[in-house]
Each structure stands twice: as C-alpha cells, then as structure tokens.
C-alpha cells in the first residue's frame, strides 16, 4: 500500500508513519522544514518530501501514480490558550491557523485527488473534537476551534464528491495526545492515538462518508 502523510516529522504523523512502516507499506512522508524524528528512521519503504501544506504542490518526483492512502495530518494550534481568548485573538492568527488547519488539507487534496482515485483510496482527515460544537463547554481556543470545525465540513465534501470515484474519505479525532502541541500534557500516547485511528482508516466502509470519528471509535457530534 502506499500511503502518504503530512505533517509527518513529530508527533501523531511520526507515529503514523512508524505504524505503516511496521505493516510493510511503503510511505511518503512530509515535513516542512524539519525532517525531525523522521531522520533517525532507517527504511527503504520510507520516502521523505518537504512540502509546505499552504504552498502549490510543484514536485511530483518521486511520488508514485496511486495513493492508497492520504493522511492530512499536518497542523498548528497557534497561540497559546490565552492568545486565543475573546479579548486577545487577533485576525492575523485566526487567518494563519485556517490557512493551515483546513486550507492546507483541501490543498493537499486538490493536488494528489488524482493519485488516490486512481487506487480508490482513502482520505484521512486528523481534526479534533475542539471543532464540534456539541463539546465546546470552555469557550475560547477561537482560531484553533474554527479551523477545525471548517476542516470537519470540508471533510464532509469531499466525502460527498469523491465517492463518485470509489474514494473513502473520514475525519478522526486523535484524542487528548501527549505530542509537543499540547506540552505532552495530554491524557493518552501517541501509539494508543495511532493504534485507534489506523484501525478506524482499515474499517473505513464501516461509517458513512465523511463521518467524525475518535480515535476510540466513538462519533463525535458536530
């Protein structure tokens, strides 16, 4: 299988692309600055692309004519948590965090669409419950919960646009990760976030297209 993932230097990308290591697929993985973890991964299944997410795709060497499999992982949350409250959110940093958090993902998309329909492949979309309205009860995170509120429903359309060509496309929750984006704070490891949602993208036609799942398989109202 071939599979692609963004966002792949640290954290949740790092751990999907030592899971899909592990199963044998061969794995395009994409950073944009800092190779990071991926430098001390020595495969021959393991392919390293620096790419911008918010930049036009220009360098196609390399990449294979199919993709399996799309992971949009790639992410920022922006400021900390009272840079993001009703006083202090600038509009700069709500257009910085949406231009990474969910344009960057529809431009992914837009640029591989056709290596994945050539496999009928699957789109993953990482979001984050902080986006669905249903959970808010704290308020605040406005840049971060906005970006990935639109990400969710922008994962739906292409849901709904993509299965005219055999692709399956699913947004997931990684949960509460202990990763350098929440201060390793988190409540669970990077493997059990991995290990739930590669077992959700290998059921994939279990859901409904586009549907909102968590890393433990539970829907996420939105």
């Known amino acids: 299988m071939n599979v692609l993932i963004t966002g792949a230097n640290r954290g949740l990308g790092l751990g999907f692309?030592?899971?899909?290591?592990?199963?044998?697929?061969?794995?395009?993985?994409?950073?944009?600055?800092?190779?990071?973890?991926?430098a001390g991964i020595n495969s021959n299944r393991l392919r390293l692309l620096q790419w911008d997410i918010c930049t036009p795709f220009e360098n196609d060497a390399g990449l294979p004519d199919t993709i399996d499999l799309l992971i949009n992982n790639a992410g920022?949350?922006?400021?900390?948590?009272?840079?993001?409250?009703?006083?202090?959110?600038?509009?700069?940093?709500?257009?910085?965090?949406?231009?990474?958090?969910?344009?960057g993902p529809l431009n992914v998309v837009q640029?591989?669409?056709?290596?994945?329909?050539?496999?009928?492949?699957?789109?993953?979309?990482?979001?984050?419950?902080?986006?669905?309205?249903?959970?808010?009860?704290?308020?605040?995170?406005?840049?971060?919960?906005?970006?990935?509120?639109?990400?969710v429903i922008v994962s739906k359309s292409m849901a709904v646009d993509l299965a005219l060509f055999g692709v399956r496309v699913i947004t997931l929750h990684p949960g509460w990760v202990k990763t350098d984006m929440t201060g390793q704070s988190g409540l669970i490891e990077v493997e059990t976030s991995v290990s739930g949602m590669t077992n959700i993208i290998s059921h994939v036609d279990d859901y409904e297209?586009?549907?909102?799942?968590?890393?433990?398989?539970?829907?996420?109202?939105y």
């Open 111 to 151: 640029a591989l669409k056709d290596r994945v329909i050539r496999a009928k492949g699957t789109i993953a979309n990482v979001s984050s419950k902080m986006g669905s309205t249903s959970d808010n009860t704290s308020g605040g995170a406005y840049a971060y919960r906005a970006a990935k509120a639109a990400l």
């Open 209 to 221: 297209p586009g549907s909102f799942i968590a890393f433990d398989g539970q829907e996420v109202p």
């Open 17 to 38: 692309v030592k899971h899909y290591l592990q199963q044998g697929d061969e794995v395009w993985a994409c950073y944009r600055s800092d190779t990071g973890g991926l």
């Open 76 to 103: 920022i949350y922006g400021p900390a948590k009272d840079g993001q409250n009703l006083e202090k959110i600038m509009p700069e940093v709500m257009r910085q965090v949406f231009e990474v958090d969910c344009i």
